[in-house]
């Protein structure tokens, strides 16, 4: 059965897509089937896998209250990778639904049903070894529905002030996303767009590297370095282990799937006692710079 993955962040910018996008190449690699569902109007995640503008996608998949599979873009370049695209039609949906409705409406696009506060996953799924969900950077009806499904979180952070402060806010709505789906686990945050010349950048990582042991909050061993492959490789709708395989960036997208992977082989065993939710008294990440 597939493990269901959102990566989200409330803050914007920090490399949500980014990270979606090459980890959906890089469990594909490590030969896995990976879904890929935009869950952002934006839809940078569509385009970036080169998804043609209009497909229709997440958006009509809920407005038709249709299953996904209807619906789902098959990639020629990576057959092991299918994408259920975002769009504009997404900013929109809210007003469509109860609100009821809204806690639960991806249940009938990613085949899931609700238990009480657990969620079974259908045969829909039975196709996929992983779901990537990418969201926007708001607590908006999406998220929360994504959340509620999820096996986990990956919250990747920029090694700097305004990106490591959101951590705190966000760790509020894990909390809050907790009451609707138990099992929901942060996977790990994840420290991307590195760079290791840059003095604040390696004393930031120093503070999200002690979150383990401080707040018991997960952190990926996997950091994901500054490199322009991003930038050149979503240029030309591609991942970056297509665009510069060999780089330093491809070969870290490749260590987190295979952490990834390690960490989920046994979903099914390690999520029947749910990780117990502790809420830290306040989350502090500062650090000091002569
Ligand atoms: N590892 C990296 N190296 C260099 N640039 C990066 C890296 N990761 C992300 N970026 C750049 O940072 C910017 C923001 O990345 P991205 O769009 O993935 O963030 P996001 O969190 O999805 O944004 P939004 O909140 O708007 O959805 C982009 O211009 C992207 O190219
Ligand atoms: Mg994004």
């Given at each position: 059965m597939a493990t269901i993955l959102t990566i989200a962040n409330q803050k914007g910018g920090v490399g949500k897509t980014t990270n979606a996008v090459n980890l959906a190449d890089a469990l594909a690699a490590l030969k896995k089937k990976v879904l890929l569902?935009?869950?952002?109007?934006?839809?940078?995640?569509?385009?970036?896998?080169?998804?043609?503008?209009?497909?229709?996608?997440?958006?009509?998949?809920?407005?038709?209250?249709?299953?996904?599979?209807?619906?789902?873009?098959?990639?020629?370049?990576?057959?092991?990778?299918?994408?259920?695209?975002?769009?504009?039609?997404?900013?929109?949906?809210?007003?469509?639904?109860?609100?009821?409705?809204?806690?639960?409406?991806?249940?009938?696009?990613?085949?899931?049903?609700?238990?009480?506060?657990?969620?079974?996953?259908?045969?829909?799924?039975?196709?996929?070894?992983?779901?990537?969900?990418?969201?926007h950077p708001s607590l908006d009806s999406l998220l929360t529905a994504a959340m509620a499904v999820s096996d986990g979180l990956v919250i990747p952070l920029f090694p700097e002030k305004f990106s490591v402060d959101?951590?705190?806010?966000?760790?509020?709505?894990?909390?809050?996303?907790?009451?609707?789906?138990?099992?929901?686990?942060?996977?790990?945050?994840?420290?991307?767009?590195?760079?290791?010349?840059?003095?604040?950048?390696?004393?930031?990582?120093?503070?999200?590297?002690?979150?383990?042991?401080?707040?018991r909050i997960p952190v990926f061993d996997t950091v994901i370095p500054n490199s322009k492959s991003v930038a050149g490789a979503s240029a030309i709708k591609q991942g970056v282990s297509q665009y510069r395989g060999k780089s330093p960036i491809a070969q870290s997208y490749r260590s987190l799937a295979k952490e990834i992977d390690k960490l989920y082989k046994d979903t099914q065993t390690t999520l029947i006692d749910p990780p117990v939710v502790e809420k830290p008294a306040d989350i502090e990440i500062a650090i000091d710079i002569d």
């Open positions: 569902i935009d869950g952002d109007y934006q839809a940078n995640a569509t385009s970036a896998m080169g998804v043609p503008e209009g497909h229709p996608g997440l958006a009509t998949a809920i407005l038709q209250r249709a299953l996904f599979t209807n619906f789902v873009a098959p990639l020629e370049r990576q057959p092991l990778i299918e994408v259920l695209a975002g769009a504009m039609d997404l900013n929109n949906i809210g007003q469509a639904f109860s609100e009821l409705e809204r806690n639960i409406m991806i249940d009938p696009v990613l085949g899931v049903v609700r238990h009480g506060a657990t969620f079974q996953k259908t045969t829909a799924l039975k196709g996929y070894d992983y779901v990537i969900i990418d969201t959101g951590l705190k806010l966000f760790y509020g709505w894990y909390n809050q996303a907790k009451v609707l789906n138990a099992n929901l686990a942060i996977a790990g945050c994840l420290v991307t767009n590195f760079d290791q010349d840059n003095a604040t950048h390696r004393a930031y990582l120093k503070q999200i590297r002690s979150l383990p042991e401080k707040y």
